[in-house]
Antibody, heavy 117, light 108 residues
Framework: EVQLVESGGGLVQPGGSLRLSCEAS????????MSWVRQAPGKGLEWVAN????????DYVDSVKGRFTVSRDNAKNSLYLQMNSLRAEDTAVYHC??????????WGQGALVTVSS | SSELTQDPAVSVALGQTVRITCQGD??????ANWYQQKPGQAPVLVIY???TRPSGIPDRISGSSSGNTASLTITGAQAEDEADYYC???????????FGGGTKLTVL
């Protein structure tokens, strides 16, 4: 059974940093692109970042470029999102998702990040 | 960058058919994927590619596409279909993903 479990969310002040982790199981992690998608309270889904199988290709939504970094450790079956210079508008539930054939086919339950003073 | 446009809300009577649409230029190049999200839960993929359902998704849910518009159709809507539905595709100019704003489906 495919499972994705996020951790590392919490309350952080504006300008602060946070690192999210996503532990994967039930599939060959190193064979898949992975994504981060966020959802602000009461709002829709917003794609944040993609990373390819070996971490050599990364893409970001414009609003987080230069502040967020996606990475992975295939030996640990883990995906990460390092978030720096956080802003109030980054407040959201952050989901990791597996990028299967054509679509995001499995999602984690998400980690809540709240940016507030 | 590309945008995908969805109606904010749609309603359907129990047992009737409903169509949820998604419009955007990227849909002329890429198929739309559709996700169902119920309150407090993670999104679930219900349609991907031309019209493929992942295992476990009922066959009353189907997808179609024409020009710049993709559609999700639920034939014989059930109470458990009440949820938010999001379309997504690739941006036609780069590797970015884009989501529609979501459609809240109410089953009356």
């Amino acid at each position: 059974e495919v499972q994705l479990v996020e951790s590392g969310g919490g309350l952080v002040q504006p300008g602060g940093s946070l690192r999210l982790s996503c532990e994967a199981s039930g599939f060959t992690f190193r064979s898949y692109w992975m994504s981060w998608v966020r959802q602000a309270p009461g709002k829709g889904l917003e794609w944040v970042a993609n990373i390819n199988q070996d971490g050599s290709e990364k893409d970001y939504v414009d609003s987080v470029k230069g502040r967020f970094t996606v990475s992975r450790d295939n030996a640990k079956n883990s995906l990460y999102l390092q978030m720096n210079s956080l802003r109030a508008e980054d407040t959201a539930v952050y989901h990791c998702a597996r990028f299967g054939w054509l679509a995001l086919d499995y999602w984690g339950q998400g980690a809540l990040v709240t940016v507030s003073s | 960058s590309s945008e995908l446009t969805q109606d904010p809300a749609v309603s359907v009577a129990l047992g009737q058919t409903v169509r949820i649409t998604c419009q955007g230029d990227s849909l002329r190049t890429y198929y739309a994927n559709w996700y169902q999200q119920k309150p407090g839960q993670a999104p679930v993929l219900v349609i991907y590619g031309k019209n493929t359902r992942p295992s476990g998704i009922p066959d009353r849910i189907s997808g179609s596409s024409s020009g710049n518009t993709a559609s999700l159709t639920i034939t014989g809507a059930q109470a458990e279909d009440e949820a938010d539905y999001y379309c997504n595709s690739r941006d036609s100019s780069n590797n970015h993903l884009v989501f529609g704003g979501g459609t809240k489906l109410t089953v009356l």
